[in-house]
């Protein structure tokens, strides 16, 4: 598979610049469009031209930083992941891919998992850890 590192370069140069005002919120067990890039090897890549997948919100830092975790909808079992539902459908969530976000990345608000999921995710989260 080709990686487009060069596109992602420019787009992340954009992307760097973008400006979080001080009236943007965004809060745990949300999921997001997220611009995360092309990454090496094994790590979960972005899709098409903002090089975008949805993210769901794990713990959030400030205004600027989170901890993140992308998702995907191809059907995945075992313990590195978990199947949640949300306003656009069915999901599964990559827990071995958690990772700090900068809140510059954010697209698009997708929607809300339910606290029930968010509980599960996080007891997986620990136990992983």
């Given at each position: 598979m080709h990686k487009d590192f060069d596109n992602w370069n420019k787009e992340k140069k954009q992307t760097d610049k973008r400006e979080v005002g001080y009236?943007?919120?965004?809060?745990p067990r949300e999921i997001?469009?997220?611009a995360i890039g092309v990454n090496v090897g094994v790590?979960?890549?972005?899709?098409?031209?903002?090089?975008?997948r949805p993210v769901l919100v794990i713990k959030k830092f400030n205004k600027d930083m989170f901890w993140g975790i992308p998702l995907t909808t191809n059907e995945k079992v075992g313990e590195f992941y978990q199947k949640i539902t949300h306003d656009?459908?069915?999901s599964w969530v990559a827990l071995s891919q958690i990772k700090t976000f900068s809140t510059k990345r954010l697209l698009r608000k997708i929607g809300r998992i339910s606290e029930q999921e968010f509980k599960v995710i996080h007891k997986k989260l620990k136990d992983l850890l």
């Open positions: 009236n943007f919120f965004y809060y997001w469009w997220c790590e979960t890549d972005g899709k098409h031209e903002n090089f975008e656009q459908g069915v």
